[in-house]
């Protein structure tokens, strides 16, 4: 398929608009705070947002106990790195003017937009490459395991259902999208495990081991992973894609048929489009064809986590006085302790030998010897 040129991203994006996470002292998380309380109030506002709610929103922000590490010296910083020479500090205790500091520093970044209407009347404005940064640090910051529950069995539905109003190129790009979410989400789970192993080797107490194995852990592979390898099993979908697919793939009316279909919808021209048709309808059918393997690294990773946590755990348990060596150190700095005391007998808190008590067998023991018994 030919490769169409792709720009940069920073021929797009504002020159400025990662200056703040450069900032001195501490204030890009206050400047990512602000960011997202905006974006859950714009995600869905269908009105837009005034400077008013936005300056409202900044100074609840400021007010609350998140905002309670922000001192002068990291504002005085922050001003250091400003380009406009007539930003002057805000006084410290008026809130609306710390409010109104932040948001002037966001919109010259390029974060935030000015917009005025007719009647003077100003909004503010979240840029679209915004809302997709700003969703990706929310994802970061919420930690959610990945959903893969459903999608192997929407693009099933997609590919071999076909009613009356049926989309063959809509149906095709919706399946691809659906097998590659779940191909990512399982590579980036795969990567994941080994980060998890990584972290349970260094020298963590057992509470952190325990608590990175059950609630960190579990929630990160979580019972979407489980459903997946279960109930939603790609064997169960597997067959029936990849058949409904290779017939696509030698059926030349079809595929002119899509082809054209896609071109419309995308403006694509139709020669693109078929190159386009081809690549989803062998990406699917590679993918399903080698979703096994990545299973298995993954249940191989994953055992090798338990095997690496359940081992610290153990040694951290058993060894809970120190080493080996160390408790050895120790017996000998309390033997040499004794000599100098003159002291001939060991003290009688000092740990001993313990013996088990034996008894031979005899006619009254419980053991009953086996008897051969008669041919």
Sequence with gaps: MSQTPVANPFDILPAKLFNFLGSKGGLQRHYVAILLRIHDMAEFNRFGLTRELVIDEISAYLGSEEAQSLDNAELDAAA???????????????????????????????????????????????PDYAFTLLEALRTIQQQKPREYTGQLYTAHQLITHQGDDFSPALALTQAYENVRQVVRGLSELNQNIRRYTERVTRDRPVSELLRLQFDDYAQILGPA??????SDHVSRYRRDIINRLQQWQTD????????????TQTRRTPAQAADEINHYIRFIIDQMENLDPLLAEIDHRHSQYLRTSLRQIRYQLVSADGSYQDRLVSLARQLAALQNRRDSRLPAEM?????????????????????????
């Design 80 to 126: 250091d790195d400003s380009t406009d020479p007539n930003d002057a500090l805000p006084d410290p205790t008026n809130r609306q003017e710390q409010a109104s500091w932040f948001l002037r520093r966001l919109v010259e970044s390029g974060w935030l937009e000015r917009e005025q209407q007719a009647d003077y009347t100003e909004f503010i404005i979240l």
């Design 225 to 230: 992973y489980h459903t997946l390898k279960t």
């Design 351 to 375: 740990p001993a030998f313990h013996s088990m008590p034996v008894r031979h067998p005899d006619a009254n023991s419980y053991y009953t010897p086996p008897r051969r018994r008669a041919p």
């Design 252 to 263: 030349a009316g079809w595929l002119a048929r899509t082809a054209d279909e896609l071109a």
